[in-house]
């Protein structure tokens, strides 16, 4: 074997006496042991219990995932349904993608109703991760601070009523199925 096992006198104790002492306390063969199986079993052999529980891995070899589980009359599984991912299923993930399109080309349509100065402004103050200070903006613009926020009130009201009537269009069913001729 490549691995390297067994080359202090504890880990060669350890190797040789582990199953002996674990079937004569009874211990599962598979599996971790209990934390006083483990004192119990170092205290046997005179190593470490950190000593016992690296040993008892190494000696009990891959398990895999397929393998079933010993379980109560009428119930069967494998280990693998016990896992459990709280990541998101492609489905939703897709969803999301395509909500957070969809609200993107909304806004973008909805800054088309604004002017030059209101989309400016709306994006300097309302969408910037840092949002530009009104008296920066009155100066760019050479109108007052005052001038800057009531701009800024203004285009956000047109984009949220733009918005609005755009969602409103979404929810609608396509025309092709809200009413057919001799149906």
Same mark, same amino acid.
């Given at each position: 074997?490549?691995?390297?096992?067994?080359?202090?006198?504890?880990?060669?104790?350890?190797?040789?006496?582990?199953?002996?002492?674990?079937?004569?306390?009874?211990?599962?063969?598979?599996?971790?042991?209990?934390?006083?199986?483990?004192?119990?079993?170092?205290?046997?052999?005179?190593?470490?219990?950190?000593?016992?529980?690296?040993?008892?891995?190494?000696?009990?070899?891959?398990?895999?995932?397929?393998?079933?589980?010993?379980?109560?009359?009428?119930?069967?599984? /494998?280990?693998?349904?016990? %896992?459990? =991912?709280? *990541?998101?299923?492609?489905?939703?993930?897709?969803? @999301?993608?395509?909500?957070? $399109?969809?609200?993107?080309?909304?806004?973008?349509?909805?800054?088309?109703?604004?002017?030059?100065?209101?989309?400016?402004?709306?994006?300097?103050?309302?969408?910037? /991760?840092?949002?530009?200070? %009104?008296? =920066?903006? *009155?100066?760019?613009?050479?109108?007052?601070?005052? @001038?800057?926020?009531?701009? $800024?009130?203004?285009?956000?009201?047109?984009?949220?009523?733009?918005?609005?009537?755009?969602?409103?269009?979404?929810?609608?069913?396509?025309?092709?199925?809200?009413?057919?001729?001799?149906?």
């Amino acid at each position: 074997s490549l691995v390297k096992m067994g080359t202090t006198a504890n880990q060669k104790r350890l190797f040789f006496n582990l199953r002996k002492a674990k079937s004569r306390i009874q211990a599962i063969d598979d599996g971790d042991l209990h934390p006083d199986q483990v004192k119990q079993i170092a205290t046997q052999l005179g190593v470490s219990e950190d000593e016992v529980i690296s040993m008892n891995r190494r000696l009990g070899g891959d398990a895999s995932l397929n393998a079933p589980i010993k379980a109560s009359e009428g119930e069967s599984g /494998e280990w693998q349904d016990w %896992l459990v =991912d709280d *990541s998101d299923n492609a489905e939703q993930v897709m969803i @999301r993608q395509d909500e957070l $399109e969809s609200r993107r080309e909304m806004l973008k349509d909805a800054l088309e109703v604004l002017n030059d100065r209101e989309k400016r402004v709306f994006l300097a103050r309302r969408l910037e /991760e840092n949002p530009v200070t %009104l008296e =920066d903006l *009155s100066q760019e613009f050479d109108i007052s601070r005052e @001038r800057v926020r009531q701009i $800024e009130v203004r285009a956000f009201e047109k984009v949220q009523k733009a918005m609005k009537a755009a969602a409103k269009e979404l929810a609608k069913p396509p025309r092709s199925l809200e009413h057919q001729p001799g149906a």
